[in-house]
């Protein structure tokens, strides 16, 4: 299939299979006008232009989460420009939307990044890629035992000053405050955030059942990056791991790059929460999409060596992984479901930031953010809005 640079206002996809909350659909039809999906269905309407993708699977936009960077761009020191640049990357990936996540920093340089993401997108920044969501801080909210790269002479408490200044400089765009549940005021901090519209993430802690609990109880709903930076399962003390599989309003983030996860846990972590409770991240750095060397994660000189980044204390800093990968290790490897495997790439995410209505999914009124596939979760074509922002060039027109 040969793709136009530019899609007509309105106009249908055929598909060997639609990815839609209903299941897949097979030889269906998406029905596109203005940026906006309309309907979805087995036959073609009358005044859409028809374009047949073949055997190829058609899926909504991916949506990452928590990515703290990607080729050579780090969030922490992101401007505009290059905010667009990794944005545009990313939709090479099948990504239509992330959070630029920040790391554990100098308030005034974590206050910065914030600032420089509430600017793209109050300025409704067109990236002619990925759309920026928002953002997500990881750190300094954490304790230093499970702190991974993340500078312990850093961390402070989540006050109640400190959360206000956070919410006031990001002006509503901050959608995730991760913390770790034993610091001093977590469960005060979870309150004021959740009332705020904020999700609250629990990880980088060494907090035991009933510290995670109480937080879980105060309104928390994300567990950042399962069983990796937390207290891990005892049968006598469930910790952070016990914790978040045990509950059911708790969405565990999963990072399937093959190093962070043996197959087998996760395979075990869906098994325990299902795809409605279980969210696909890259939790990528700047080294994304690059070669092999020396990079900086936030403050720390981080080292990539076979596509595995490590501090130079070896503690794992972040990933080099893609969402489409990701996709693809949790159905060929983890042996997931996958149907389950995209869903955790795009409507949980989408739920997880309450833009499920707008995004996520293949359903009439979503935007049409749009991915298609080969069989091996390559990306051909990928649509923001129901243009191409990404078009693999041997299927260029």
Known sequence: MNYPKELPERFSLKARQVFTPEGVLDNAFVHIDQGEITSVNESLIEGYSLFDIGERKLMPGLIDLHIHGYAGVDIMDATPESICEM????????????????VTARWDHILSALRNIRQCIYNDMDTRGAEL???YLE??????????????????????DRLTELLTVSGGTLKVVALAPEVNKAVDATQQLVDNGVQVA??????????????????ARIAVHLFNGMSGLHHREPGCVGAFLSHDKVTSELIADGVHL????????????????????TDCMCAGGLSDGEYQLGELPVIVKEGVARTESGSLAGSTLTLNSAVRNMVRVAKIPEIDAIRMATEIP?????????IGVIAPGRKANLVVMDDDYNVELTLVKGQPVYIKKSELN
């Open 133 to 135: 969501l928002g953002s």
């Open 139 to 160: 750190g300094p909210f954490f304790t230093p035992k499970h702190k991974g790269a993340h500078p312990e002479r850093l961390f402070v408490a989540p006050t109640e």
């Open 87 to 102: 944005a545009q990357e990313l939709a090479k990936n099948g990504v239509t939307g992330f959070l630029g996540t920040t």
């Open 262 to 281: 043996h197959p087998a846990i996760l395979n075990l972590s869906w098994k325990c929460k299902g795809s409605d409770q279980a969210v696909l991240i």
């Open 202 to 219: 629990m990880g980088h802690s060494d907090a035991n059942y009933d510290q995670a609990v109480a937080c879980i109880d105060a309104g």
């Open 350 to 358: 989408a739920k997880l930031i309450g833009s499920d209505q707008t």
